[in-house]
């Protein structure tokens, strides 16, 4: 597999910049998830990597060797993006092996058709080898989209919100066999994703985009404990980060103009008195939704509380996050 450096990459579309001067490293190996909003720059790196889309300037790198102006396949990158495209007048079979039928690969047929059985098997479609690719339902046929990148042994995947097509518990399997794939082959997979859940199960590193730039990356363990603004701590947690004004518990740091609390950083029972002004339940916790000095807090509880609507009750924050004016974090 090959580490994929991006020095400096600009692309815009007519008056719209989409990547501007973006920097940033893929490590060999690695399973790198980008988020952002829409527009954040997220698939236009993805497609510029893959060699889709020209840089307005700046250079790409897979192991240190420029790949401006190479084709897709020059640069033996593997794709699979939210809008599957299949062959639809060839079988499910063929669609699969039709990456490994290349000249230049050279394949033997025994070989082919061992791992397009052995993909057919984990991606649970292979009593549908023999089907068109116009008879299958969108999710199966995103299925056989993902298949026809993992039968290759690629410099790297590429993978646009793979899943979002498919059903909750097919997409928690893929979660899991993805993450599994890339770690046995040792792969490296750029990654996009809106969905945090994916970010935080099988990314070994969280890219975060902000206007076509890297503002931050990391594990996703250490852009959820440490954000180096309210922009990044807002793209990983659930509930969403509470951003609340930094004086509402008392004292707060100098120059501080915002509080960030997760769920964790809120302590009941003492502190500041606090209205609950509504409950969900979801089985293995409960969200309190909770009004302070006419702000709105959520946080989670036990899922067995007795807690009703229309309650009072006091918390505090306990090591919460302080960011400046404009957003950045500051440190007390």
């Given at each position: 597999m090959a580490e994929i450096t991006l020095e400096n990459i600009s692309h815009s579309f007519g008056n719209v910049q989409a990547l501007n001067g973006l920097n940033m490293t893929v490590p060999d190996g690695s399973f790198v998830v980008l988020l952002g909003p829409t527009g954040a720059g997220k698939t236009t790196t993805l497609r510029t990597v893959a060699g889709l889309e020209s840089p307005d300037s700046g250079t790409i790198y897979f192991d240190r060797e420029p790949m401006n102006g190479l084709t897709p396949a020059q640069r033996n990158v593997a794709m699979v993006f939210q809008q599957f495209s299949l062959y639809p007048h060839l079988s499910v079979r063929d669609n699969l092996a039709f990456p490994l039928k290349s000249p230049l690969l050279k394949t033997p047929p025994d070989v082919i058709e061992k791992k397009v059985n052995e993909v057919a098997g984990l991606l649970q479609i292979e009593h549908k080898l023999n089907n068109r690719a116009t008879a299958l339902s969108g999710g199966e046929m995103q299925r056989v989209s993902i298949g026809r990148a993992l039968v290759r042994n690629p410099s790297v995947y590429l993978m646009d919100e793979p899943l979002s097509s498919?059903?909750?518990?097919?997409?928690?399997?893929?979660?899991?066999?993805?993450?599994?794939?890339?770690?046995?082959?040792?792969?490296?997979?750029?990654?996009?994703?809106?969905?945090?859940?994916?970010?935080?199960?099988?990314?070994?590193?969280?890219?975060?985009?902000?206007?076509?730039?890297?503002?931050?990356?990391?594990?996703?363990?250490?852009?959820?404990?440490?954000?180096?603004?309210?922009?990044?701590?807002?793209?990983?947690?659930?509930?969403?980060?509470?951003?609340?004004?930094?004086?509402?518990?008392?004292?707060?740091?100098?120059?501080?103009?915002?509080?960030?609390?997760?769920?964790?950083?809120?302590?009941?029972?003492?502190?500041?008195?606090?209205?609950?002004?509504?409950?969900?339940?979801?089985?293995?916790?409960?969200?309190?939704?909770?009004?302070?000095?006419?702000?709105?807090?959520?946080?989670?509880?036990?899922?067995?509380?007795?807690?009703?609507?229309?309650?009072?009750?006091?918390?505090?924050?306990d090591n919460p996050y302080f960011f400046d004016k404009s957003g950045d974090r500051i440190h007390p």
């Open positions: 498919l059903d909750a518990k097919l997409r928690t399997d893929l979660r899991i066999e993805l993450k599994s794939i890339q770690s046995e082959r040792g792969a490296t997979l750029l990654y996009v994703t809106h969905d945090q859940i994916e970010a935080m199960t099988m990314a070994t590193h969280v890219g975060v985009l902000d206007e076509g730039k890297l503002v931050q990356i990391g594990s996703p363990r250490e852009i959820y404990e440490n954000p180096v603004s309210i922009y990044t701590a807002s793209r990983l947690g659930q509930p969403r980060i509470n951003i609340v004004p930094a004086d509402i518990f008392g004292n707060a740091p100098q120059n501080a103009t915002w509080m960030g609390l997760r769920p964790e950083h809120i302590v009941q029972g003492e502190g500041t008195e606090c209205t609950v002004s509504g409950i969900q339940r979801l089985g293995d916790q409960t969200r309190l939704h909770l009004k302070i000095h006419d702000h709105d807090i959520v946080t989670v509880t036990d899922a067995h509380t007795a807690l009703n609507t229309g309650e009072t009750i006091l918390i505090n924050a």
